[in-house]
Structure formats: C-alpha cells, structure tokens
C-alpha cells in the first residue's frame, strides 16, 4: 500500500475538499479515472487527498508514479509502475505490469499516473498505456491526470460507463473554498473569488495582494526578489526538482531554498527534502528574465539535468532556447547512453526542431542516422550520415552506433573497415571504445581463420556501462568463439548466465545447443522440434544446426527438401559449410550416403580445406565431415582440437573404426555422445554392429532415449545385429494404456475403463501408484515400502510375483517371456517408462503445470484458465488413496504436496477468473479450495473477494462469519490482506472504530 511518505506534497496551502475525494474514492468502483485539466487547478493537491484518505480505511493497494519525460519510453514508464508496485528485478515490459496486477489479486490495485501529460502521444510509453487500458485485470484500477492525455483506446469503455472524468469544473474552487483557504491565510477572499477559482492563480492572488491581476501578480513577486533569488527560482523551474547544491551549482552562489519556498508561492519542499517550483513559474519566468541570463541558467541546469540522466528535460531546455549548440551536445549524449533503445520519439523531436540550415552538423546527422537505425537497421542512408558524422565528430557514440548498424546487417566488411576507427581513440578510451576495439579485433581475427585469437580478444571486451545490445553482440561472439575453438561446455555455461533468460526464445536456445555440440543431451525435450526464431540471419544459423539435431533424433522426414538451400547458391565459406553440412544430413536421414559424400566433395573442390577460415567453420559439425570425406579425416586427423570437437572426432572414429571390424572405439564411446555427433542411422548402425557381438547396451539405451523411431532404423539397417537388438528390445505395445491416479485408481484400454483380476490386487495396484509417483524405484525400496516386515527371500518372491501381475494389467496382448515396453527391470531397478502409449493423470497433470507459466508470461490469460482448467478436470478425488496405508512417511509428505498442488491451482484458476470480471466461478472454485484446506489465507482471501463481487449482502454476511469462524478455531488473526478484504465485508453503517473491533473478533 502507498505510504504517506511515498506522495509528492502539494506546493500550496491545503484546503480539505470532500467533494473531490469523494469524486476520486469513486475510482475503486471504475476500472478507469480521468482527471483532466491544465497548470495550476489542483489536480496532484486533489488526488493526494484522496489517496491519504483511503488510507484510513483502504479498499486496496495504490500505487502512485509521477509521470516525467523520460517515461516517454515504455521501459522506463514499465520500470516505475513496477516499482510503485514494489516489484524489484522484473522485466520492464507492459506483460510485468499486468502480470504483477494479475498475481495481486483478489486484492484490488489501483495504479495512480500522476502528470500523465509528459507521456506524449504516439511515443513507447503511450503505447503501454494504451496496452495498460485495454487489458487492465478486473481487480485492477488506472488513475491517469495530467493537463492532457495521449490518445488512448477508451472509446469502448466510455460507451460501457466504465470512466470517469474530471475536468476544470470539478476542480475548481467553490466559493465555500476560496473563504475556507482565505481564512487560513487571513486574507480578504473578495479579489480571488473572481479568477474563477483557478486554485493556483487564487493561491497567487491571495499572496500578492488584493490589487493585483493573477497576470500581474506573478510579476510583481518576481520583480521584487533580489536577483539571486530570482536566478534560484529560475534553476529550480528548470530542473523540476533539486536540492541547494544542484541550484548553487546551477546559479554559481550559494542559495537556501527553504527561505525561497517561505517567500514565494507553489514553491515547496517536498518528503524527500527536494524542493520544487511549480509550472507557473516558467512562462513568468521566461517573460522576465533577460534571455542571456535564462539561456545561461538553462546551459548550465542542462548539464546537471545531462549528469542525473535526464536527457528528455534538458533537450526541451535546449529547444525552449533554441539553443541549438547546447541540443548538439545532448544528442551525442542521447545516442551514446542510449544506443540499442533510443527514445525515437524524443529524437525526433529535437530533430524536428533543429533548423534546416544546421541539419548537417555531424551530432544531428548522427541522431539522424539512430532514428533511422531505430526505424529500420537496413536503411542504406544510415552509413553514409554515420560516415559524414565521423569525419567531424569523431566521438565513440559515432563509432558505436556504426558497429550496432553493421552487427544487425552481420555486415562483415563493414566491421573490418570500423576496425581502424577503433584504434583513434579520443583521449582515454571509454567502457564503449574498449569492447568497439576489442570486439572488431576479435571479428577479423575470426575472418582470418583464427578463432583462438578473436576468443583472446573479445574476453577482453568489457559488457558493463556499455550499451544493452553491443553488449549482447558481445556475448553472442564470445559465444561463437567458444564453440569455434572447439570449447562448446563452456559456450553452454557462458549462454546460460547471459542469455538464459533473454526475451528471445532463440536467445534462450543457446545454451541448450552448445551443449548438445558438447556431446550432452540433456535438453534434448527442448531442442526437438523447435522453430528457429530472431532475424533472417539468426533463423538461418539456427536451421542448420537444428537440422543436424534433429538428423541425430531421427525427426527429419524424407521430403524436408534443402533446409539451408543449395550450397552452390552461397558465396561465402561460412554460409556455404551450413548448407552443405544441412544438405548431406539430410541425404544420410535418407539412407543416401553417397550422396552426401558428394555434397562434400563437391563444397571442398569450390572451398579447399587449406582455406583456415573455411575449416575452422567446418569443425562445428566435425563428425559429418569426418565420415563423409577422407580428405577432412586425414587433416583432422593431424589436428590439435578442442575439447568438444575432439569428443565428435572420437565418435566419427568410433563409426569409422566398427565400419573396418575394429568395434573397441564404439564398445567404449559413451551413449551420449554417439546419440550428439552422430546421425540416427549412423549410430543405429553402430549400435547393430555392437550388438552382432552381444552387446546391447547402446542400442537398448537409444531406443530408451528416443523411442519407436529406433525401432524404425533397426528394421531399416537389417543384419544379425538389428535383428538381435529387435528381438532382445521390447516394441511399442498394440494398445494405448491410461493410468488415473489423481482419485481411486483406474485403468484404461484405448479409452475403455477396466476390471481385471490384476486391479483387484492391492499390491500391484500399490506398486503401480508408487512407480506413477516415482517412476524409478531400487528393488529394495519397493519390498521395503510393500512388504516391511518379510524376511528377504519372501519379500523378493512376492515382488517377482506382483511384478508378474503388473506387466499382465499394463500389456494383456504381450506374448510371455517378451520383454514388457512399459515395466523395465534391470538388475536392481524396476523403472515405469513414460511413452506415447502410456498416458497418467498424474504426468499430463504435471506437464500442463508447466505451460501455464508460459501462457501467463505470454499475455494469453484464456489459454492459462484452459490450461489451469483441464490441469483440474484430472482430480477425482484424493491422489493415490492404495498408498494411504503403507508405512513410509515420505509418500505421505507426496501426496500432501499433490493435494496442495491442486488446491493452488483451484485458487490461481479462481484468481484468474476474478482478474478477468467473472462472478460466479471465483465462489465456487474457493469453496472447493476451502472444502480441501480450510485454513489457507489464500482461499479466504478468494473467497471474501468473490462475496465482495456478488454484491450479495446474505452471501457477504455467510462469507465473513465463515473466515472469521476459521480464524478463531486457528486462534490467529488474520493477516493485513485478508483483515483489508474482512472490513470491506462490513455494512457501510459500521463506523470506523466498529469496523477494526469487528476483524479483530
């Protein structure tokens, strides 16, 4: 809840106005609240009011953001709402904002945007507000107030009475107010009565004397100060807020701000000990001040606006002035600072004012060229004015947004011409001047074939007090070099801290996709049928290497065509190799090997391996190669070869090797590694080789990892050692087996519930929960759970026997002695394979769990209540009740925490449905979240809110009495947000003090 500390303090005299906070306590009753009108009427006075006075009896949670220019951008507008909200460390986006309001609930928000006007239309942040108004939870409210309001999609809720607005009427004095606030100034109210109670010239004029003009009146005040005063207030108009150092360093002499706030009106101190002049005072200001002295005023408050970061201020300075040397220097400020997320509504502004005669200057031709980049980075203007800037500025902000143009182009040639540039340095070299050298440095040296030396280089690139998006061009090709020099662990741990949670979803791959190279497919769930995203450029890279995973999984289908075109279309090495590399993959997945060797061959006559650039770039997919062509086998095979690329080399020898009837290399290559380097067909046939030799085990292990598709390649490959491992390895049954858990157990057949005599046992239906929830299980803990007190040799033969029994009730149609596909048992394990003949509630429960996250993050509300939905249609009844009488404490602790899920998502469902204005469904999903676990403050406070809604006086009576009856059985009060929802369950005649000793009994 917003403090009292947390509200800007109105610059003049008080005036308690009950109309206009009743007026604005109305806000808790519309999603939207307009208070519209210009400089001087109270509005900020007005709206603190009403928000001191619903802290006396709150309904919800404010949260106030005083609007400035620089939340023109949707970041910086996203950053403050999130942090009125007291959200730290989120992603500044306008989903955080909604997502944040979305998981207040059912607490009401409402998020107040003071001087809303600084937001101009059209801009990043009105888009935000726009997004903010047309997607705003029902459990949310938006105040927005300002002298003006951007265009915003309001239209359908005006015409649903959804808004209300308060304009220049309503904010007017009464002329009950004027004599209240000149009773407090003991002043004579007849001469403000007459300015039409216009709150701030009223102020003025009681100030000023009865005699004078609210015109006149700011005249007069300002034309009596001493000129230090007068030059302090100046400094302080300009700087919106400051302390006596920032205006002493502004004025060039000392000042005391607190005697200035005593002598003029709207001029006050506010909670965090900053003072503030209010808007009046500028237009006055401007007419009194000689322009001279204001413009050098104004140069100097620029320079202090510039050190603070607020650029937007001290531009709009600068423009007032048309001082156009002064907007030259803030607009190398603003690109330099800036960069990957230039403000472009701003710059085209200060462009838009710059003279037609100047526009050729090098730091307007520079903003030029960022608005451009900002528009469209493959503008072919944007070099040439980033050019003709150089040649005069010569400033990092220059060079840096060149390198951002050339990095988004992938401009190669470009980034080695910039090269150069990186070595003039301007005196010492900046964070910027530094990663800009090191970074092109290191792109040569890449271009050159020499990867080991770029990785030296671009280590040295600093990513802090940098710009956002060089310093992601710098992780991304410290990224590349890690998987160039054959060090992709190292490339996956890099992409993990830095990119692990980027926005981007093909940002996000990285990780996973290094360490596949790395020969570790543990990410394999996410890297299987993936779309490349990002620009045309990073779609391409991903699609070749995608292509090479998904050739190794067996998921590519025989009319997939050319995923990277024709080799011979490129003309360049480094594109050529993923074509080619994409291409032959695709021939093997066929069974057309020769065809493959001769993409090769031909790709190597156009670009010979002695071509280091070529060769490095071929290593990435060493194993294809290696296998594919004997002229790349013999020069890797003298080669010195990072880490990773030595493990794929090793896998290709492993073919090679079993190929000529030498099987040591492959009984000894580990499985991972023959799954990562290797193509389906190629370590399916490894696999077979092995296996001709009665060892199984690789081949067992692929089928395990990838399922029916081996199955495939096994009957494909043919031989004694296919036909052993299709003998020896169980195939997918005939039937699609279903498993219900979540409830009493029940078994299904394609979709036929059953009753055989295996279900009717208690033990295999035992053992069967227990592999559902924990689908590998020793031997010795199955009989320690099931049979406790048996000795050994009797606790193992009923296992054998209900293991008997189980394979029968999950495979009627397997033939005796076949091996079961689902019940694995292995040595000492007994492990439930998961398979797509196999489906469990308790699974599918689980897997839905984890979309809703996504769904939410994403925006998509309906798909998380559809996903939060089906996740509770499962639920029968208690889970896995056969496992209630065993001994082991753990299982309990289980299926507590499976009861506790499933009320959490009885609630989030509850909550979402409250957020999207339902009425009724809210009820009825916290009475089944309550009928679980009366005692959560969470479903309480569901279900208060959803009485609240049903405006059900009989139903908001039963609600209230039910939490207050559970809280007293806990003998605890209840906490601040359900004790805020308890008192808006009171009739409106119970006074205040009745309404606290009411919660609290």
């Given at each position: 809840m917003t403090s009292p500390t947390a509200l800007p303090r109105p610059l003049d005299v008080e005036v308690t106005r009950l109309r206009l906070v009743r007026r604005l306590a109305r806000r808790w009753e519309h999603p939207v609240t307009l208070v519209v009108a210009g400089a001087g009427f109270g509005k900020t006075t007005a709206l603190v009011q009403a928000v001191r006075a619903h802290l006396l009896e709150p309904r919800g949670v404010d949260a106030w953001v005083s609007c400035a220019p620089v939340h023109e951008s949707a970041e910086?507008?996203?950053?403050?709402?999130?942090?009125?909200?007291?959200?730290?460390?989120?992603?500044?986006?306008?989903?955080?904002?909604?997502?944040?309001?979305?998981c207040a609930a059912p607490l009401e928000t409402c998020l107040l945007l003071d001087d809303v006007?600084?937001?101009?239309?059209?801009?990043?942040?009105?888009?935000?507000?726009?997004?903010?108004?047309?997607?705003?939870?029902?459990?949310?409210?938006?105040?927005?107030?300002?002298?003006?309001?951007?265009?915003?999609?309001?239209?359908?809720?005006?015409?649903?009475?959804?808004?209300?607005?308060?304009?220049?009427?309503?904010?007017?004095?009464?002329?009950?107010?004027?004599?209240?606030?000149?009773?407090?100034?003991?002043?004579?109210?007849?001469?403000?009565?007459?300015?039409?109670?216009?709150?701030?010239?009223?102020?003025?004029a009681f100030a000023a004397g009865p005699a004078a003009p609210w015109r006149y009146a700011r005249e007069e005040i300002l034309n009596r100060l001493p000129e230090p005063q007068r030059h302090a207030l100046a400094a302080l108009a300009a700087l919106d807020t400051a302390t006596d150092a920032e205006v002493a360093a502004v004025t060039g002499t000392p000042v005391a701000l607190d005697?200035?706030?005593?002598?003029?009106?709207?001029?006050?101190?506010?909670?965090?000990?900053?003072?503030?002049?209010?808007?009046?005072?500028?237009?006055?200001?401007?007419?009194?001040?000689?322009?001279?002295?204001?413009?050098?005023?104004?140069?100097?408050?620029?320079?202090?606006?510039?050190?603070?970061?607020?650029?937007?201020?001290?531009?709009?300075?600068?423009?007032?002035?048309?001082?156009?040397?002064?907007?030259?220097?803030?607009?190398?400020?603003?690109?330099?600072?800036?960069?990957?997320?230039?403000?472009?509504?701003?710059a085209e502004r200060w462009l838009a004012h710059v003279p037609p005669a100047i526009r050729d200057q090098p730091a307007f031709l520079l903003l030029h060229a960022a608005v451009l980049h900002a528009t469209d980075f493959t503008d072919p203007r944007i070099d040439p004015l980033l050019d003709r800037a150089w040649a005069d500025l010569k400033h990092t902000a220059v060079l840096g947004q060149a390198v951002i143009t050339a990095h988004s182009r992938a401009d190669l040639p470009r980034l080695v011409e910039l090269a150069s540039r990186a070595d003039e340095p301007n005196g010492a070299p900046t964070p910027i001047a530094l990663v800009l050298r090191h970074s092109v440095a290191a792109t040569v040296a890449e271009v050159r074939g020499d990867p080991e030396s770029a990785l030296a280089e671009i280590v040295r690139a600093p990513t802090v007090d940098v710009p956002a998006q060089i310093a992601l061009a710098t992780v991304r090709f410290h990224y590349h070099c890690l998987n160039m020099c054959g060090r992709a662990g190292e490339a996956a741990d890099l992409a993990d801290r830095a990119l692990g949670d980027a926005d981007e979803h093909h940002l996000r791959l990285n990780g996973p996709i290094a360490r596949w190279f790395d020969g570790d497919p543990s990410d394999l769930c996410r890297l299987r049928g993936v779309p490349p995203g990002g620009t045309a450029r990073d779609s391409f890279v991903a699609t070749a290497f995608l292509t090479v995973i998904a050739s190794c999984c067996g998921d590519i289908a025989p009319s997939s065509g050319l995923p990277c075109g024709d080799p011979a279309d490129h003309d360049n090495p480094r594109d050529a190799v993923l074509a080619c590399v994409a291409t032959a993959v695709m021939a093997v997945c066929a069974g057309e090997e020769t065809i493959a060797c001769q993409t090769f061959s031909d790709h190597?006559?156009?670009?010979?391996?002695?071509?280091?650039?070529?060769?490095r770039h071929l290593r990435r997919f060493l194993a294809v190669g290696y296998v594919l062509n004997a002229d790349l086998r013999a020069a890797w095979d003298r080669a010195e070869l990072g880490p990773s690329h030595d493990k794929a080399r090793t896998a290709a020898r492993a073919l090679v090797q079993a190929r000529k009837g030498d099987l040591i290399p492959g009984s000894r290559l580990p499985f991972e590694h023959a799954l990562c380097f290797l193509p389906l067909s190629w370590s399916v046939e490894l696999a077979a080789r092995l296996a001709g030799t009665g060892d199984l085990a690789l081949g067992r292990w692929l089928a395990d990892t990838l399922g029916p598709v081996v199955h495939q390649h096994f009957r494909r490959t043919g031989g004694t050692g296919a036909a052993t491992l299709l003998t020896a390895l169980p195939s997918p049954p005939i039937t699609r087996t279903g498993i219900a858990v979540l409830g009493p157990m029940k078994v299904t057949r394609d979709g036929v519930a059953v009753d055989v005599p295996e279900l009717r046992r208690v033990r295999v239906r035992q053992l069967l929960g227990l592999l559902v929830l924990r689908p590998l299980l020793t031997r010795e803990q199955a009989v320690n759970i099931l049979w406790p007190d048996l000795a050994p040799a009797d606790a193992a033969r009923n296992l054998r026997v209900t293991l008997t029994h189980l394979?029968?009730?999950?495979?009627?149609?397997?033939?005796?002695?076949?091996?079961?596909?689902?019940?694995?048992?292995?040595?000492?394990?007994?492990?439930?394979?998961?398979?797509?003949?196999?489906?469990?509630?308790?699974?599918?429960?689980?897997?839905?769990?984890?979309?809703?996250?996504?769904?939410?993050?994403?925006?998509?509300?309906?798909?998380?209540?559809?996903?939060?939905?089906a996740t509770i249609a499962l639920w029968r009844g208690n889970p896995l009740p056969d496992l209630a009488g065993l001994a082991d404490p753990d299982l309990h602790v289980d299926t507590d925490r499976l009861r506790a899920h499933h009320v959490g998502h009885l609630l989030t469902l509850g909550e979402l449905a409250l957020v999207s204005g339902e009425t009724t469904r809210p009820a009825h999903l916290a009475d089944r979240a309550l009928s679980l676990d009366p005692y959560t403050p969470r479903a309480h406070r569901l279900t208060l809110a959803a009485a609240i809604r049903t405006r059900d006086p009989i139903r908001i009576c039963a609600t209230r009495e039910q939490v207050l009856a559970i809280l007293?059985?806990?003998?605890?009060?209840?906490?601040?947000?359900?004790?805020?929802?308890?008192?808006?369950?009171?009739?409106?005649?119970?006074g205040r003090e009745q309404r606290g000793s009411a919660v609290s009994s």
């Open positions: 910086h507008l996203a950053g403050a709402l999130l942090d009125a909200l007291s959200i730290k460390d989120s992603k500044r986006t306008l989903r955080a904002v909604l997502d944040t309001l979305i006007h600084e937001i101009p239309t059209g801009s990043p942040g009105a888009d935000l507000l726009a997004g903010l108004v047309r997607d705003l939870p029902a459990t949310a409210h938006l105040v927005l107030c300002g002298r003006e309001l951007p265009d915003l999609p309001l239209a359908r809720r005006e015409a649903a009475g959804e808004v209300i607005t308060i304009g220049p009427d309503e904010l007017s004095f009464t002329d009950v107010e004027v004599r209240a606030l000149g009773r407090r100034l003991d002043r004579d109210p007849a001469p403000a009565g007459a300015l039409r109670g216009w709150p701030a010239l009223v102020r003025l005697d200035l706030a005593r002598r003029i009106p709207l001029v006050g101190r506010l909670d965090d000990g900053r003072y503030r002049a209010h808007d009046l005072w500028t237009e006055a200001l401007c007419r009194t001040t000689p322009p001279g002295e204001l413009r050098h005023l104004h140069r100097r408050a620029a320079g202090l606006l510039a050190s603070r970061g607020d650029l937007p201020r001290a531009g709009a300075l600068a423009c007032r002035d048309q001082d156009w040397p002064l907007l030259a220097t803030l607009s190398v400020d603003l690109v330099n600072t800036t960069m990957s997320a230039l403000p472009q509504g701003i190597l006559t156009r670009w010979p391996v002695t071509d280091r650039f070529h060769e394979r029968r009730l999950l495979e009627p149609d397997r033939a005796r002695g076949d091996a079961s596909y689902h019940l694995r048992t292995e040595r000492d394990t007994i492990r439930l394979v998961r398979s797509t003949w196999l489906d469990v509630d308790l699974w599918a429960a689980d897997l839905l769990d984890t979309r809703v996250p996504a769904a939410r993050t994403s925006g998509d509300l309906d798909q998380a209540k559809d996903l939060l939905t007293a059985r806990l003998g605890a009060p209840p906490d601040p947000a359900t004790e805020l929802l308890l008192r808006r369950t009171l009739p409106p005649t119970v």
